[in-house]
């Protein structure tokens, strides 16, 4: 299709492990979302690229996580020490332009033990 | 410090009639508002956006309506149908450089038919 993937869309780690997940973005969209979902909340911002540069990552909550963007495509969140509250859905989304209208995938949902 | 309430986690509406979704914001800077549709297991999907420079948009079935000097924007679906069962988020953005969206928590419609 030619929606945002994201993979995995489930994911189980124990505590204090290294967690990746990848986002595929709609093909030729320049700008790029990472945002966490917890239950009964709404999507909370993590970061934003514009391009292959973290245009803001003042969402990321902590020195644990990381995103890159290397080629301005697919892009790539990194955990690391995994702790329980990390558990939540991580949401990637895309756009075109530099406005609102974001193009989600489904997710990745992220349980650590 | 939640900039963009939505008090209503819920709400069950006849087949047919009117859903009027509700959403406040804190922040003054502010000056684009979406509305995003999820169903479960999948990412949030654009529905309907308003500029600040308007007090209505209407796409079909949905119309969003912005009071500026209350902070407050309402989301109208008529006549309300068993497939609008979703969680709807209020998102807001401000403009002068990239978009960051901020959501609210959602509020879970259901449409009894």
């Known amino acids: 299709g030619a929606g945002v993937s994201q993979t995995p869309s489930n994911k189980v780690t124990e505590k204090g492990k290294y967690v990746e997940l990848r986002c595929d973005p709609i093909s030729g969209h320049t700008a790029l979302y990472w945002y966490r979902q917890s239950l009964g909340q709404g999507p909370e911002f993590l970061i934003y690229f514009q391009g292959t540069g973290a245009a803001d990552d003042s969402g990321l909550p902590n020195d644990r996580f990381f995103a890159v963007r290397p080629e301005g495509s697919v892009s790539t969140l990194k955990i690391q020490r995994t702790e329980r509250g990390d558990s939540a859905v991580y949401l990637c989304a895309s756009s075109l332009a530099v406005t609102g209208e974001l193009f989600f995938g489904e997710g990745s949902r992220l349980t650590v033990l | 410090d939640q900039q963009v309430k939505q008090n209503s986690p819920s709400l069950s509406v006849q087949e047919g009639r009117i859903s009027i979704l509700n959403c406040d914001y804190t922040n003054s800077m502010f000056d684009y508002f979406l509305w995003y549709k999820k169903y479960p297991a999948e990412g949030p999907t654009f529905l309907i956006s308003?500029?600040?420079?308007?007090d209505k948009n209407e796409d079909g079935r949905f119309t969003v309506f912005l009071n500026k000097s209350a902070k407050h924007l309402s989301l109208h679906i008529v006549p309300s149908q068993p497939g609008d069962s979703a969680v709807y988020f209020c998102?807001?953005?401000?403009?002068?450089?990239?978009?960051?969206?901020?959501f609210g928590t959602g509020t879970k419609l259901q449409v009894i038919p």
């Open positions: 308003i500029s600040s420079i308007k």
């Open positions: 998102a807001a953005s401000a403009s002068g450089g990239y978009q960051k969206v901020t």
